[in-house]
């Protein structure tokens, strides 16, 4: 067993939902690891983050599971490779143990505030399948919030977060209902193998745990973006421009009777040389039928039926295969502001104002008329008694 110092990024999220931020770990030691024949082990600084604030154990898990010790310093988790949450993939010649820690602040004390941002920090074991595990623990890697399980050490796939021209990766993570999350797949190979990269499931949670509820999932059935049309909603798979990259538009949505506003995406991808037919393709629902990203809508007729995965079924040789699991997130989905109230509503008001407004111009009108026929009777009256009792000249 062999001690290894890891390095990598760290995913950081504001509750609050500002922009995330990625960031390698300030102190390298943060988080050492040792990966053992059936078992891991983490140490974990409790200035995991690097600026002066010391993390809570209550507020750091190891997947479901918290530290099994600490000490002034450090927070201890160990766990079984298949405890705690974790996922294996495997590939022909590796096994990957990958385990997500969570950090998730908590109020301070009895007041409302928090002053660190929360934290998933991905961690991978890799164990080559031929040999002793013993005498090949690797060295594990971390996973940035956008990055993914290798399905082997020369094939990474990734999901990012794209702008609105898709040449560039959004800087902005901050999004409001009505608007459309531009998402990208791809497989990343070094050993110059054209694959093609679909995306067989996704699912939206509101916690860093695919497994979560509540949960949503938008794509199943080995490629049927079902939002399209189970909500009429503007989800789409663009047309395939390289077969490395698959682009979805998904209509922005939050979780009903959900205050939360940060959302996650987990997608189980997979990368393959076969041409795609019903247990790979990219389909979306458009007014009365299903279309297909790479152009032969007849891969989608199962969308609607279900789409099993036939049985015995070999690529060949010439034809590899990889799959892994895509993590991207948080993603914050928030209301748009209240809309000020339209000036057909506050018609009747104003109509209502007008008309208070024309009453008493009347009345004023007709009490200034009354005031001078007033005065005039008493002008008449006086000249009459005047004359009544003026003198008589003899």
């Not at 399948?129 to 940035?144: C, D, G």
């Not at 050490?153 to 560039?168: E, P």
């Not at 399209?228 to 939050?254: C, G, H, N, P, Y």
């Amino acid at each position: 067993m062999r001690k290894d110092e890891a390095f990598g990024a760290i995913s950081i999220g504001d509750p609050k939902g500002t922009t995330a931020v990625v960031t390698a770990p300030p102190n390298p030691d943060s988080v050492t690891i040792q990966c053992g024949e059936d078992s891991i082990q983490l140490n974990v600084d409790v200035d995991l983050l690097g600026i002066g604030n010391l993390i809570q154990p209550s507020d750091i898990t190891l997947g479901s599971c918290g530290p099994a010790g600490q000490d002034h310093s450090h927070l201890l988790f160990e766990t079984e490779l298949h405890g705690c949450d974790s996922t294996l993939m495997m590939t022909e010649d590796t096994l990957v143990y990958t385990f997500a820690l969570l950090y998730q602040p908590k109020a301070l004390g009895a007041t409302p505030i928090i002053r660190t941002n929360a934290a998933v920090v991905g961690v991978q074991c890799h164990y080559m399948r031929l040999h002793n595990v013993s005498s090949n623990a690797l060295k594990p890697t971390w996973i940035p919030y956008h990055s993914t399980l290798s399905a082997e050490d020369l094939i990474m796939f990734s999901l990012r977060l794209m702008a609105d021209d898709w040449q560039l990766e959004r800087t902005s993570n901050v999004f409001f209902l009505g608007d459309i999350i531009n998402i990208e797949a791809s497989v990343i190979q070094a050993n110059h193998v054209s694959l093609r990269v679909f995306m067989d499931t996704c699912v939206a949670t509101l916690e860093p745990n695919m497994d979560s509820i509540p949960s949503y999932d938008f794509i199943y059935d080995q490629g049927c973006l079902m939002d399209s049309k189970l909500t009429s909603s503007r989800s789409e798979f663009l047309s395939r421009i390289t077969d490395d990259k698959l682009q979805v538009k998904l209509d922005a949505f939050r979780f009903a009777q959900e205050t939360r506003s940060q959302i996650y995406i987990f997608c189980h991808l997979r990368a393959t040389a076969a041409l795609p037919d019903s247990e790979g393709k990219a389909c979306h629902f458009h007014q009365k039928g299903w279309i297909s990203a790479s152009g032969n809508d007849q891969v989608c007729s199962c969308c609607d039926t279900g789409c099993t995965v036939r049985k015995g079924r070999s690529l060949g040789p010439t034809a590899p295969q990889y799959r892994g699991t895509a993590f991207l997130g948080p993603i914050v989905v928030q209301q748009p502001a209240t809309d000020i109230m339209p000036e057909s509503a506050s018609t009747p008001l104003k109509a209502e104002d007008n008309r208070a407004a024309g009453v008493s111009s009347e009345a004023l009108f007709i009490a200034g008329v009354v005031a001078a026929v007033g005065l005039v009777c008493m002008v008449v009256l006086v000249t009459v008694l005047w004359r009544g009792f003026k003198p008589t000249v003899l």
